[in-house]
């Protein structure tokens, strides 16, 4: 089993940063590829961005491409997301994922999920 918990949501106006990290236990975090997803009230849930078990390939939703960077630091178990240039229509709520399997678009992908951290966006 692994346990994810994610941390750095708040509240903040448009056009401000905030970086997530999602923290998970245990000593085979470098095992996996890890995805970030974000849920808003009444929307199914949408990819944002997915890492390899390096860290060397990445893979963003159009939404985020430019504005956002997925990073990971596998000697502190560590997953980072970096959000620039926030927008109104960022607000949900943001959720880290591991999967063994190579990172992909589908929550179905993904087996083990932390409980997410809320990110409001106000204009």
């Known amino acids: 089993q692994v346990q994810l918990v994610e941390s750095g949501g708040g509240l903040v106006q448009a056009g401000e940063s905030l970086r997530l990290s999602c923290v998970g236990s245990g000593r085979t975090f470098r095992n996996y590829s890890m995805g970030w997803f974000r849920q808003a009230p009444g929307k199914e849930r949408e990819f944002v961005a997915a890492?390899?078990?390096?860290?060397?390939?990445?893979n963003y939703a159009d939404a985020a491409k430019g504005r956002f960077t997925i990073s990971r630091d596998n000697a502190k178990n560590t997953v980072y997301l970096q959000m620039n240039s926030l927008k109104p229509e960022d607000t949900a709520v943001y959720s880290c994922?591991?999967?063994?399997?190579?990172?992909?678009?589908?929550?179905?992908?993904?087996?083990?999920w932390g409980q997410g951290t809320q990110v409001t966006v106000s204009s």
């Open positions: 890492i390899n078990w390096s860290g060397g390939n990445t």
């Open positions: 994922a591991a999967s063994t399997s190579p990172w992909g678009r589908s929550p179905s992908n993904y087996i083990y």
